[in-house]
């Protein structure tokens, strides 16, 4: 979990500025669908989070 969290600070509240609570909610919206639904994992089957567990939910049923 420590990891994640690392790689979701730096994502968004290290490397930027925000100066309302309202940027930095949309900031990590934003980034929460980058995470699952863009990225691009090569342990995943070059695939995203998202698609890998569609595609094993698809196997089991």
Do not use: C, W
Not at 31 to 43: E, H
């Amino acid at each position: 979990m420590e990891s994640v969290f690392h790689i979701f600070k730096v994502g968004t509240v290290h490397n930027n500025h925000y100066s309302t609570y309202g940027e930095l909610q949309q900031a990590v919206t934003k980034y929460v669908n980058y995470y699952n639904n863009k990225r691009i994992r090569t342990k995943l089957a070059g695939k995203t989070p998202v698609q890998y567990r569609n595609l094993s939910d698809q196997l089991v049923a």
